[in-house]
């Protein structure tokens, strides 16, 4: 069982910067590839990143692509997501998402639903 924990979010102007942090409880964290998902009023459910349980390998979808960051510590059990030159389209609530990684460099699922652990979101707005 893993308890998932977010936090970080906030309101920014266009251009910014947040980080946001996803807590995790238990001590076999690092097994475990995390996903970052936003849900915008009104749009589905839209995938962010992924990072693998040892933190090496990490993946991001098209419209965060060299704007976001996704980072972890193990040691702490948090996993990062950095936000750099945001926009208003960012505008969402952010989730973190855990599911059990059969293989350490192992990428987490693109879609939402193969997600066993959720968060319960953080609201991030942009402002302009």
């Known amino acids: 069982q893993v308890q998932l924990v977010e936090s970080g979010g906030g309101l920014v102007q266009s251009g910014g910067s947040l980080r946001l942090s996803c807590a995790a409880s238990?001590?076999?964290?690092?097994?475990?590839?995390v996903g970052w998902f936003r849900h915008a009023p009104g749009k589905e459910r839209e995938f962010v990143g992924t990072?693998?349980?040892?933190?090496?390998?990490?993946y991001y979808a098209d419209s965060v692509n060299g704007r976001f960051t996704i980072s972890r510590d193990n040691a702490k059990n948090t996993v990062y997501l950095q936000m750099n030159s945001l926009k208003l389209e960012d505008t969402a609530v952010y989730y973190c998402?855990?599911?059990?990684?059969?293989?350490?460099?192992?990428?987490?699922?693109?879609?939402?639903?193969?997600?066993?652990?959720w968060g319960q979101g953080t609201q991030v707005t942009v402002s302009s």
């Open positions: 998402a855990a599911e059990w990684a059969r293989r350490p460099y192992a990428l987490g699922p693109y879609g939402s639903s193969d997600y066993d652990y």
């Open positions: 238990g001590r076999t964290f690092s097994t475990y590839a």
């Open positions: 990072i693998s349980g040892s933190g090496d390998n990490t």
